[in-house]
Nanobody
Framework: QAQLVESGGGLVQPGGSLRLSCAAPGLALDDHTIVWFRQAPGKEREGVSCFSSGDGLTYYTDSVKGRFTISRDSAKSTVYLEMNSLRPEDTGTYSC??????????????????????WGQGTQVTVAS
């Protein structure tokens, strides 16, 4: 049973940066699409970014385009989410999830998560001055 473990969260001032990691030991990242989600208190879970195993492309929700970058290091079985120019509205618990290579990123980012196989526990990101 694969596990996903997130790390890198913390408290950062507006305009600051964080890099989140999603470690997936035992999971062949080349065969899985990875999605980052976030959930703020009192709000629904939101898809943030996706790395598509099927076509190698990356996807972002509009609110983070140009500020966040998702990347993958298959040798380390780790996916990263580089977050720059952070805003208070980026605050939330960030979780990574893994689905099959054929998983459509836009479907997952917009809430179609039935085909996701593995979920991490999440890491807290707080953006405040």
């Amino acid at each position: 049973q694969a596990q996903l473990v997130e790390s890198g969260g913390g408290l950062v001032q507006p305009g600051g940066s964080l890099r989140l990691s999603c470690a997936a030991p035992g999971l062949a990242l080349d065969d899985h699409t990875i999605v980052w989600f976030r959930q703020a208190p009192g709000k629904e879970r939101e898809g943030v970014s996706c790395f598509s195993s099927g076509d190698g492309l990356t996807y972002y929700t509009d609110s983070v385009k140009g500020r966040f970058t998702i990347s993958r290091d298959s040798a380390k079985s780790t996916v990263y989410l580089e977050m720059n120019s952070l805003r208070p509205e980026d605050t939330g618990t960030y979780s990574c999830a893994a689905g099959p290579s054929w998983l459509f990123c836009w479907s997952a980012l917009t809430g179609a998560t039935d085909d996701i196989d593995y979920w991490g526990q999440g890491t807290q990101v707080t953006v405040a001055s």
